[in-house]
């Protein structure tokens, strides 16, 4: 059963800890996505990979977001310092450039950060 | 700004009638579009695809249309069924595999 795997489902901390979410895309698939789901904004993309090299992360507060793809298994989305407007659900995406239909992305459950 | 909008945050409709949700672009450029739903505490899961050389599409219970002049696409849903009480959302993409997403409609179906 191919999934996206996103950690941890919950986290609580404190403002100005460093926070990371890890996520493991499905095998195979060569494209990764972060997503921040909120009321406002609804699903802002915040950056996304191809065949594990940065493409675009435009969407990203760069003074204190950083996204990485250490291996082909294992997407890393780091915040520090976290503030209180970082609480959010977090979400990882992976899809398979040339699949059909075009662009389809297949999402983890998400991370549900707060930060106090 | 929003250059894709999903103008009612939610929508109640009777078991068994239609369910039409709609979404409006703002980039002409825009070609591919897909609608998501989503369960509460899960990730959003693909449901429907439609590409700009199409104005309409098809699968079981679900039909997306799409209006290039209008900027405007909805989905409908007929017969809808209280299992499709979710968040649905529609994006968009010039074709680049980076989707803008919609702010969500909630759908309740209402048995």
């Known amino acids: 059963d191919a999934r996206v795997t996103q950690t941890p489902r919950h986290k609580v901390t404190e403002m100005g800890q460093e926070v990371t979410m890890r996520c493991q895309p499905i095998?195979?698939?060569?494209?990764v996505f972060w997503y921040r789901q909120t009321m406002m904004q609804g699903l802002e993309l915040l950056a996304y990979?191809?065949?594990?090299?940065?493409?675009?992360d435009s969407g990203m507060p760069k003074d204190r977001f950083s996204a990485e793809m250490p291996d082909a298994t294992l997407a890393t989305l780091k915040i520090q310092p976290s503030e209180p407007r970082d609480s959010a659900v977090y979400f990882c995406a992976s899809g398979l450039v040339g699949g059909a239909p075009m662009g389809i992305q297949y999402f983890g459950a998400g991370t549900r950060l707060s930060v106090l | 700004d929003q250059q894709v909008k999903q103008n009612s945050p939610s929508l109640s409709v009777q078991e068994g009638r239609i369910s039409i949700l709609n979404c409006d672009y703002t980039n002409s450029m825009f070609d591919y579009f897909l609608w998501y739903k989503k369960y509460p505490a899960e990730g959003p899961t693909f449901l429907i695809s439609?590409?700009?050389?199409?104005d309409k599409n098809e699968d079981g219970r679900f039909t997306v249309f799409l209006n290039k002049s209008a900027k405007h696409l909805s989905l409908h849903i007929v017969p809808s069924q209280p299992g499709d009480s979710a968040v649905y959302f529609c994006a968009a993409s010039t074709g680049t595999y980076k989707y803008i997403f919609g702010t969500g409609t909630r759908l309740k179906v209402l048995a």
């Open positions: 095998l195979g698939h060569n494209t």
């Open positions: 439609i590409s700009s050389i199409k």
């Open positions: 990979f191809r065949n594990r090299a940065p493409l675009d």
